[in-house]
């Protein structure tokens, strides 16, 4: 999300000149990324860690994506193939999930299961349980993520970052989780 927000300020700003000189194939590349990320990921996105609406959400990207061909058929095709690959965690116990989302209708959750769900209590009761869940694995593997591309920056020397882990150890040993700045200055001034 961090490249699509750098790539849509790049975007805007394209035209001046002594800020950015890009050619013409790179401000072309550039509109295409901007426009998969704005009219499909960006929300894709934002509603994956609600476990409640991450299935029907990649079901409709999915659609969507097949519907994008018409405006960039080898970005379509692409992304279809990325998200092929992250299909297999769809089955029923994760897809039951989408019982609970204000965004499937009745009338589809009942093709999924014969029962009124919207009267039923243990249905209301699980619905909120749902709705407070967080998706570990999207939110992990950002995080994950995060570090390594961070870890990479640091250094290359293994050494240095073995230190560096060393001192971030250390560190959170010494200050607390839940601190004031007064106890971080004093904290660090012993």
């Known amino acids: 999300m961090a490249k699509l927000i750098y790539a849509i300020k790049i975007y805007l700003f394209r035209h001046q000149k002594e800020i950015f000189s890009l050619t013409a194939k790179e401000e072309s590349q550039l509109k295409r990324f901007v426009q998969f ?15 409640a609406e991450a299935p029907r959400g990649d079901l409709l990207l999915w659609k969507n994506l097949q519907q994008y061909q018409s405006i960039d058929h080898d970005i379509s095709i692409a992304a ?18 989408a019982l ?10 009942q093709k999924i299961i014969t029962e009124q769900w919207n009267d039923n209590t243990d249905y209301q009761k699980g ?24 870890n990479r920056l640091l250094t ?9 882990l060393q001192v971030v150890e250390a560190n959170r040993k010494v200050i607390p989780a839940q601190t004031t700045k007064k106890s971080v200055i004093c904290a660090v001034s012993v």
């Open 100 to 109: 609970f989302s204000d965004e499937v209708s009745p009338i589809e959750k």
């Open 156 to 164: 290359k020397n293994e050494k240095e970052k073995q230190f560096i």
């Open 37 to 51: 990320g704005v009219l499909l990921y960006t929300k894709s996105w934002i509603q994956a860690p609600c476990a």
């Open 127 to 150: 619905k909120q349980r749902i709705n407070d869940l967080r998706v570990v694995n999207d939110t992990a593997e950002r995080g994950v993520k995060l570090f390594e591309d961070y």
């Open 80 to 97: 279809q193939k990325i998200l092929q690959n992250h299909m297999w965690y769809l089955s029923d116990e994760t897809v039951s999930l």
